[in-house]
């Protein structure tokens, strides 16, 4: 539970009634929280909407527990993420939760939970950012700037597989094994002149660019993107997410387009999400390494998050 935003003292672990769903709202005994920045950006208070207390996490998946005359069935594998989870009513940091029905994804997999909990929204965040912000095809070069988030690992993972050349950043070089492990053929080192970078390896720029880190990195991001090639906007590694005085002409390269992506659960069809479960029980794909915590450690799985000091997703088990 989040009694308020602030410092991490403000997650305690309580025991709260189990939900009741609502009409039309299924409960899930959850078995795997993966966490996301947005848990952050509520605990640290920029979230709008939050009513405090309240039980974060904006995605979970787990089984049935009350189908509430829906069409699903008790013990049936299931994920759920955002649309007000964490937020507007409790989320996925608990042992139960409940969820509106349309929210639902369900799946079959016999890969561990921790596996399992650490895919949905990563996948439907890089999925998307690739297919409707990027329209991403085989060939193409792709620059993703924050490339040892969870995200930007999953993304890289996934271009790869698409047929896509990969450059990623990070600001260490102690981590190029964990963006080549996901298929990154150009391991960068984020200086703040990615740019400059990109194009000594592909001199009109790459074909599309995936921003995870946020505005301060965006022009330099832009820089490196070819004429006629698009950057999405995706992430907010650096919390920070406005254009301040913007004018576009001067901000924004002759010829490149900027567009963003920020999607929900009915942004991840529920083939994909099987497609890849599948895939990464086979070994033929993985979307990078998982780091796991009980509950009553959720402080420190936050700190983590929140310092950046794990390569990969994290993951609450309750």
């Known amino acids: ?21 609502p009409p039309g709202w299924v409960r899930i005994r959850v078995k795997a929280a993966g966490l996301n920045r947005s848990e952050l950006h509520t605990r640290l208070g920029y979230a709008d909407g939050v009513v405090f207390p309240r039980v974060p996490g904006i995605e979970a998946t787990g089984v049935v527990d009350d189908p509430n005359g829906t069409d699903l069935t008790p013990g049936q ?56 912000g990027l329209d991403l095809r085989a060939g193409q070069t792709l620059l993703i700037r924050g490339g040892t988030s969870s995200v930007g690992l999953a993304a890289a993972a996934l271009a790869r597989d698409l047929g896509a050349t990969v450059l990623s950043t990070t600001r260490s070089p102690d981590r190029f094994a964990a963006l080549s492990a996901v298929g990154v ?106 780091h796991t915590y009980p509950l009553d450690d959720i402080r420190a799985a936050h700190t983590d998050l929140e310092l950046g000091t794990k390569v990969g997703k994290l993951v609450v088990l309750p």
Request: proline share 9%.
């Open 1 to 21: 539970m989040l009694s308020g935003p602030g410092p991490v003292e403000n997650l305690q672990v309580v025991e709260v009634p189990t939900p009741e769903p």
């Open 77 to 132: 594998q299931v994920a759920t993420m955002m649309g007000g989870m964490g937020r507007t009513f409790d989320g996925g940091y608990a042992q139960y939760t409940a969820v509106p029905r349309d929210q639902i994804i369900p799946f079959v997999s016999e890969l561990p939970w921790e596996a399992i909990g650490a895919v949905p929204e990563t996948l439907q965040t890089a999925y998307g950012s690739l297919t409707t």
């Open 185 to 290: 053929t150009h391991p960068l080192v984020d200086d703040g002149s990615v740019a400059a970078q990109v194009r000594a390896l592909y001199s009109t720029g790459v074909d599309a660019a995936l921003e995870l880190v946020g505005t301060p990195t965006l022009p330099d991001t832009l820089a490196a993107t070819r004429i006629h090639g698009t950057v999405c906007f995706t992430g907010m590694l650096s919390n920070e997410w406005l254009v301040h005085d913007f004018y576009p002409i001067g901000y924004l390269p002759t010829g490149v387009r900027l567009t963003a992506y920020g999607g929900d659960a009915s942004d991840l069809p529920a083939a994909v999400l099987q497609r890849y479960l599948d895939r990464i029980a086979a070994g033929e794909v993985t979307l990078g390494p998982v």
